[in-house]
């Protein structure tokens, strides 16, 4: 049976193009929908197996409102955009789709993008992977943690921040009033979270208590308007003194609101930013599909007064109190990974499901967060256990060398080559290939890849016929190839390939919990290898460990531990050396330093231009002149960038 595609597009053009091509290639379009209105009507009488979804839609509804409905509804969807916006490729990675879509795009790429979405949904199906968003997943985990309510905010704030950018989040009880029980949380310029109670604020901001009073302030006054740009905050702010004054403070430019009930009373949650005009209906319905989040973290008691400004609350642990007591677990591990964290029994659950299979397996995490232990575990839990698995650094292939590395050579193939060379894949025939930091393969060696995925055979250079081979891909990043792709850097047909299943390990500041495990493991792991004689470590030194955030990782504490050991006197840690953070306090001390994507820059660099030339852009003292560009790619960049008139006076 013909596989029925809705098409969720306003522009009708666009539209019908798609249409011809899927209908072409053999799919039944059972309709176009301009709206989200519409679309909602045709599933209803039309019953599509896909949709192909754009964003920026007729209406007060986007496709991320309709992806959520999309989701509970079990319909699998694909985003066709033109907007390849960072904050809106999270925003809609967010929501699971099988696919993005940039516009303009090839017949061919939009077939090969239903093709692998279509084998992801069945691995998905059969591994039941899509029962609901990550970000919420991700905070039931937070909320659940045994530790203080400040550390939890902190965690919070950066898992939304990833979906919905701030700069200033305000959350109040805005029926009833309860401004002294308000948390405010204030991004600062190296990325961390600072999680102020009103008394801290307002000691900051320099304002008096009884001034405060007198303005008698409540929640945000929206009288359903929810987003707030540019003309629109600036009203705000003449309304609202105490948004006044803390946008003045740290220089907010707009702000998003949503509203949460909860036990006959309302609470509102309140996105401040920088840029004048960042936030859009997307992020409402981003803000609208995470209600259940928000609801959880009220529901936690986690508004209440029992915060304290920039500080954990000490960690709890199972023995002693007495201070230095040594603390000792057993430690618990999965096939050599050790931990005990809900996030960490997550990927142990998705490991145990893809290992047996054949399926390439896609694995994202931060630098240090054991990438290769997962790639081994999936190997060693295979059948393939017995065959070879052959490691491969990408990012350490010399760019001449790398098809010969991978593929390898015939005799004679180039200067130099004066014997035949076996190359990483044919090693690892029967077995599976790990290549790490997939993200740093150049487009040339991209495309022989997609070759080996899709025909299953390798030619080496030099060669004059194909060998067949048979193995199985594991690959790992800790780019984000969404954005990658986006700025042509990685092939879209290839990144669908090797995503069939992700597996998203979290950063250790994530499951801070399993701090305690680890750290006994590396002290026995090295007690065993060399001449200390540690053997335990304080419940002091231990909470100073958990309270670090580990932007290395795994291997960050790796080191330490072992530094510490050689350096230790005695039997027990008692002590630990951090990292310095003068740096990070010097930058963190300076207000005019913040730490910019390339776009932001690029645009606060234009902007600067343009109100030096009193928003000229052609002709001599012009803009375009002083940039040396020509004026179209100017204006191109004005119009991508969302800079408009008002901003440049």
Not at 254 to 259: C, G, H, L, M, R
Not at 506 to 512: E, F, G, I, N
Not at 527 to 552: F, H, M, N, R
Request: hydrophobic content about 40%.
């Amino acid at each position: 049976m013909k596989q029925k595609i809705l098409i969720v597009e306003d522009e009708f053009i666009v539209a019908n193009d798609l249409r011809i091509m899927l209908e072409k290639a053999g799919y039944k379009v059972c309709g176009i929908a301009p709206s989200v209105v519409k679309a909602l009507e045709l599933i209803e009488t039309k019953a599509p197996t896909w949709i192909l979804l754009d964003i920026f839609l007729q209406g007060d509804k986007t496709g991320i409102d309709l992806a959520g409905q999309l989701t509970e509804m079990g319909i699998p969807f694909i985003y066709i955009s033109a907007n390849t916006n960072q904050g809106i490729l999270e925003a809609a990675k967010a929501t699971l789709p099988y696919g993005f879509l940039v516009k303009p795009f090839r017949e061919k790429d939009l077939l090969v993008m239903l093709d692998i979405a279509r084998y992801r949904h069945e691995q998905n199906l059969k591994y039941n992977q899509h029962a609901e968003p990550s970000l919420h997943k991700k905070i039931e985990h937070i909320v659940e943690k045994n530790e203080s309510n400040t550390e939890k905010l902190k965690q919070i704030s950066a898992a939304f921040h990833a979906v919905v950018p701030f700069d200033f989040l305000w959350i109040t009880k805005s029926n009833p009033p309860a401004s002294v029980k308000d948390i405010q949380i204030n991004r600062l310029p190296e990325g961390n979270f600072n999680i102020l109670s009103h008394e801290a604020l307002l000691k900051e901001t320099g304002i008096s208590p009884r001034d405060f009073k007198s303005w008698n302030t409540t929640a945000v006054l929206h009288h359903d308007q929810f987003i707030f740009n540019s003309y629109d905050f600036r009203k705000l702010r003449m309304e609202n003194l105490w948004i006044q004054s803390i946008s003045d403070h740290y220089q907010l430019e707009s702000a998003i609101v949503t509203e949460i009930e909860r036990n006959g009373e309302t609470f509102q949650i309140v996105f401040f930013n920088h840029l004048s005009d960042l936030y859009t209906k997307v992020h409402t319905g981003i803000l609208n599909q995470f209600k259940k989040s928000f609801e959880l973290i009220l529901d936690k008691k986690l508004y209440t007064k029992d915060i304290s400004i920039d500080h954990s609350a000490p960690v709890s642990f199972e023995k002693s109190t007495e201070t230095n007591q040594p603390v000792q677990k057993i430690i618990q591990d999965f096939n050599g990974i050790i931990g005990d964290s809900s996030l960490l029994h997550a990927v142990f659950k998705k490991l145990t499901l893809v290992a047996p299979d054949d399926t390439s397996v896609l694995i994202l995490g931060e630098s240090g967060t054991g990438k290769e232990k997962i790639a081994h575990t999936i190997h060693k839990l295979s059948p393939r256990k017995n065959k070879p698995l052959v490691t491969v650094n990408c990012a350490a292939l010399p760019l001449t060398l790398i098809e010969s590395e991978l593929f390898g050579h015939e005799k004679g193939s180039f200067t130099g080559a004066n014997e035949k060379r076996i190359g990483k894949f044919e090693q690892a025939d029967g077995g599976s290939i790990f290549l790490d930091e997939i993200g740093e393969l150049p487009l040339e060696a991209q495309v022989k890849l997609l070759r080996v995925l899709q025909e299953k055979e390798i030619e080496r250079l030099g060669g004059n016929y194909t060998k067949k081979i048979n193995v199985r891909i594991i690959t790992a990043t800790n780019r984000n190839l969404e954005k990658e792709v986006a700025e042509g850097r990685f092939r879209l047909d290839l990144y669908y390939r090797l995503n069939v299943f992700p597996i998203e390990l979290p950063a250790l500041r994530q499951r801070k919990e399993d701090i305690p495990l680890l750290t006994e493991y590396f002290i026995q792991k090295f007690g065993k290898k060399s001449s200390s004689t540690v053997t335990e470590i304080s419940k002091d030194a231990l909470a100073e460990l958990q309270q670090y955030d580990w932007p290395g990782n795994i291997r960050e504490l790796e080191h330490l531990i072992e530094r510490t050991m050689l350096l230790t006197e005695g039997d027990t840690i008692t002590a630990v050396s951090l990292p310095d953070s003068s740096v990070k306090a010097a930058l963190s001390a300076d207000d005019s330093f913040q730490i910019k994507t390339m776009e932001e820059m690029e645009r606060a660099h234009i902007l600067s231009i343009l109100k030096r030339c009193n928003g000229k852009i052609f002709g001599p003292g012009g803009a375009a002149e002083l940039l040396n560009i020509p004026s179209t790619t100017l204006n191109s960049k004005i119009k991508k960038l969302g800079i408009k008139f008002e901003f440049v006076k």
